[in-house]
């Protein structure tokens, strides 16, 4: 069976300020993906990173980084200088290597005040 | 990239409808779909992965006959709510399994659903 846990569930921060979204999984399959996503107030789910299983380099978008780390099953995703516009419910998911479903962790709801 | 679409985007109907979703994938085949349920402040649960030209497998506790999928082509798929109740309010999103091209095995989200039940 899959896990995702996403333990913070409502995060406030100011503006400028770093926060770091948590995510542990856990799963029995040798090969899986890991994605992390971001749900704006209007519903639509936009994509932000996958990850596979034997790639565990860390990865920075611009002011996004995830830190992948096997050994303590976490995939975690830092927003660098958060601003209001991030403000959103994120989710972290697993998928099997072989099979595109997705197993979602419960959300991050994160607001940034001016 | 890869478009889903949805329709209707919200929709509000009398209890005892009956309510059809569409999720189209715009410019890729998909031969699977998969059909999310979003109640208020929750995470995305799984109800059903959908396979074109074969029957839907349904997830422990979503009852089949109350959510009937077809997948008649490789760019559409159907999610109809039978006998609606307000307890079926919630938010629907599909998702479309890219099986060609540089995002193979990729999933792209549709924009959701929103169904109210009077």
């Known amino acids: 069976a899959q896990k995702v846990t996403q333990a913070q569930t409502e995060i406030s921060v100011v503006e400028k300020e770093d926060v770091t979204l948590d995510c542990v999984y856990e799963t029995r399959d040798t090969t899986y993906y890991l994605f992390w996503y971001k749900q704006p107030p209007s519903g639509e789910l936009v994509f932000l990173i996958r990850r596979n299983s034997f790639d565990e380099q860390n990865e920075i978008s611009g002011r996004y980084s995830w830190n992948f780390q096997k050994s303590t099953s976490s995939f975690n995703f830092t927003i660098t200088a958060s601003q209001v516009v991030d403000s959103a419910v994120y989710f972290c998911?697993?998928?099997?290597?072989?099979?595109?479903?997705?197993?979602f962790g419960k959300g991050i709801t994160l607001s940034v005040r001016p | 990239g890869a478009v889903v679409s949805q329709h209707p985007s919200r929709v509000i109907c009398k209890s005892g409808t009956s309510v059809k979703i569409e999720c189209r994938s715009l410019?890729?085949?998909?031969?699977?779909m998969f059909w999310y349920r979003q109640f208020p402040k929750q995470s995305l649960m799984l109800m059903a992965t959908?396979?074109?030209?074969?029957?839907?497998?349904?997830e422990q506790g979503v009852e089949k006959d109350k959510f009937l999928i077809n997948h008649a082509s490789l760019t559409l798929s159907t999610l109809t709510v039978t006998s609606a109740h307000p307890e079926d309010s919630s938010f629907y999103i599909c998702?479309?399994?890219?099986?060609?091209?540089?995002?193979?095995?990729?999933?792209?989200f549709g924009p959701g659903t929103r169904l109210t039940v009077l």
């Open positions: 410019d890729f085949q998909a031969t699977t």
């Open positions: 959908s396979n074109e030209g074969s029957k839907a497998t349904y």
């Open positions: 998702s479309a399994r890219r099986t060609s091209g540089s995002s193979y095995n990729e999933q792209f």
């Open positions: 998911a697993l998928s099997p290597g072989a099979n595109s479903k997705l197993t």
